[in-house]
């Protein structure tokens, strides 16, 4: 049984000393770059190691698969590896927790990359895990662009080496990939700075814009507010033009009605009382004429229906003027009454000098202390007191 039991083993030990060969196999495959026939070996070799338990072939052949996956970006394939059952029979390895670590990263996912990350640098224990780990590590920092960090990953490698190699044969790749960490880092710095440059010539365009257009409003409120304005200015004028014409014309309408009421008398009265006027005082071979003229007055004076009727036109004519002015002013004279009612008929302050016969300066006196009169009032009469009296 024993012999039995040391020969399977033996034969088991050459079995997986085969497969073991497939995966140097498909290194060398991977040197020259035939990257198909690399992941054929790799793919034969840890199928086999699961379906035996052989738990390190299996571990190495994902760890070089990972590997290629990797670098040859194909990212799909290596998902489809993480979703295989061969993950679950591996140990986990600094190769893995990397993987995992960039996957993550380049998934936006920073808290479970920062924890697979941190569970490899754990398990960094040699120089040569040192050196997996940083350039690993190296490689991702660069991809997401952050360069600082990939600078220090690079360093780090660097130090790991003997001091004299890397003094000798190391520092010119060290000071190219720094340079080249600083152009880019540069490079980021001054797309920032336009991007911000941009940013700040799109806020200004945007605020003079507005501050133009701001002003272009104001000016045209402005123009349309003194539009507005001119145009309610000519409106009133044109008002106070039609309330004007409509005055005169009903000035001339009751000086129409003032003609008929006195028809061929209108006419010489005005006539006579001209000429009895400046003949008054002239000699007695005009006495005629100033006789004459004593009639017509007295017939004037006599006749009640004429003047009321006068009175009557003029109030249908100027807003009942002289209806306002007997009841603000009861203690007028008939005089006094007859006065203002011809005066505002339109006659001549020498007209009725000669109709009452009283002294023409004695009209302007009674007609300008009623005016200082009107002054005292203060009710709504005044306004049309003002209109007529002025």
């Known amino acids: 049984m024993y012999k039995k039991a040391k020969h399977h083993y033996s034969l088991c030990n050459q079995k997986a000393l085969e497969y073991d060969k497939l995966i140097a196999i498909a290194d060398a495959y991977c040197k020259l770059k035939e990257y198909d026939q690399t992941e054929k070996y790799i793919q034969t070799a840890i199928k086999w190691a699961y379906e035996n338990k052989e738990t390190s072939i299996l571990q190495e052949g994902v760890n070089s ?46 808290q479970m990359s920062k ?114 304005a001119k145009i309610e200015s000519l409106i009133a004028i044109a008002n106070n033009m039609e309330h004007e014409i409509k005055e005169n014309n009903s000035n001339s309408f009751m000086e129409e009605k003032v003609h008929r009421l006195f028809a061929e008398r209108f006419s010489l009265l005005n006539k006579l009382c001209t000429t009895y006027y400046e003949t008054s005082v002239c000699n007695k071979e005009r006495d005629s004429v100033f006789q004459e003229v004593k009639r017509e007055m007295k017939k004037i004076m006599h006749d009640k229906n004429t003047i009321t009727e006068l009175e009557s036109l003029i109030n249908d004519f100027k807003e009942n003027v002289l209806s306002l002015l007997y009841e603000d002013f009861p203690n007028l004279s008939n005089t006094d009454r007859l006065i203002f009612t011809l005066l505002l008929a339109g ?44």
Do not use: W
Request: hydrophobic share 40%.
């Open 65 to 110: 698969l990972i590997i290629l996956y990797e670098n040859l970006e194909e990212y799909d394939k290596l998902d489809n590896l993480y979703k295989s059952n061969y993950l679950a029979e591996c140990d986990t390895t600094l190769t893995l927790l990397l993987s995992l670590s960039r996957k993550y990263a380049y998934e936006a996912n920073a």
């Open 115 to 228: 924890r697979f990350y941190e569970r490899a640098r754990q398990m960094v224990e040699s120089k040569s895990d040192s050196i997996i780990f940083y350039e690993r590590m190296r490689i991702i920092h660069s991809n997401l662009k952050e360069y600082k960090e990939a600078a220090f990953c690079a360093n780090q490698n660097l130090r790991i080496y003997d001091r004299e190699i890397r003094t000798a044969l190391t520092q010119p790749i060290a000071t190219a990939l720094n340079d080249y960490y600083i152009a880019q880092i540069q490079y980021k710095q001054q797309e920032e700075h336009i991007n911000r440059l941009y940013l700040t010539i799109t806020i200004t365009t945007a605020i003079l814009l507005s501050i133009i257009l701001c002003i272009v409003y104001k000016y045209y409120s402005n123009r349309i507010a003194l539009k507005d």
């Open 347 to 390: 006659f001549s302050a020498k007209a009725i000098s000669a109709i009452i016969g009283i002294n023409r300066d004695v009209i302007y006196t009674k007609k300008s202390r009623l005016k200082k009169q009107i002054l005292l009032l203060d009710n709504k009469n005044r306004v049309v007191y003002d209109k007529y009296f002025t």
